[in-house]
């Protein structure tokens, strides 16, 4: 299967700083990403869907000036959380959707998540 | 409105029972539904996919069964591990204008010796 990674898996900002997650495709392009959060014990929340090249399309009550996401290349997708604040504390996670070739990949792939603390 | 519901919310079984896993759902257009493990502080990982024409697909010690008539799913644990303690997503894909994931709540599992 398709590789996804995250940098950092953990990130610890103090409030008002801006923190930026990477999520990459390692062996694949992935022509859509999405971006997830998860507060302990529920489910996956999807946050934005972004596909390379355009902007990305936010789910209602996310806000698109808060959570700041770039997905400029085939591998690589940001998400940006600008002056972050302890409620924005959770697990961010990635993950992608493409082709390998000419091989179209008909499943999104999940990055390890990232675990973001606001102090 | 589309919809994944499971149960149990949380469940906790003996290393070496067996256990099964639900999932309802009422999306439309259904495209395929998928179960994926999730440890904890970890992404999902998928586990079976299965579309509209499958009943059932096995993954090692996982069989995934689907009735697309009631819109039921179970996923099934044979001679559990300690491994095994996670969270159970159910995931349905919908062709709804653009495609879309629809998640369920997750099974939270948790394997005792």
């Known amino acids: 299967g398709a590789v996804v990674s995250q940098h950092p898996s953990r990130v610890i900002c103090k409030s008002g700083t801006s923190v930026k997650i990477e999520c990459r495709s390692l062996?694949?392009?992935?022509?859509?990403m999405f971006w997830y959060r998860q507060f302990p014990k529920q489910s996956l929340m999807l946050m934005a869907t972004?596909?390379?090249?355009?902007?990305?399309?936010?789910e209602q009550g996310v806000e698109k000036d808060k959570f700041l996401i770039n997905h400029a290349s085939l591998t690589l997708s940001t998400l940006t959380v600008t002056s972050a604040h302890p409620e924005d504390s959770s697990f961010y996670i990635c993950s992608a959707q493409g082709q390998a070739g000419e091989y179209t990949y008909n499943e999104q792939f999940f990055g390890p998540g990232t675990r973001l603390t606001v102090l | 409105k589309n919809q994944v519901e499971q149960s149990p919310q949380s469940l906790i079984i003996l290393e070496g029972k067996n256990c099964t896993l639900q999932c309802n759902y009422t999306v439309s257009p259904f495209s395929n539904l998928r179960w994926y493990k999730q440890d904890t502080g970890r992404g999902p990982v998928s586990l079976t996919i299965m579309t509209f024409s499958e009943n059932t697909k096995s993954n090692g010690r996982y069989t995934a069964t689907l009735d697309a008539d009631t819109k039921q799913s179970s996923l099934h644990i044979t001679a559990s591990q300690l491994s095994d303690s996670a969270s159970y997503i159910c995931v349905v894909r919908t062709t709804s204008g653009t495609y879309k994931y629809i998640f369920g709540t997750g099974t939270r599992l948790k394997v005792l010796a």
């Open positions: 062996d694949f392009q992935a022509t859509t």
């Open positions: 972004s596909n390379e090249g355009s902007k990305a399309t936010y």
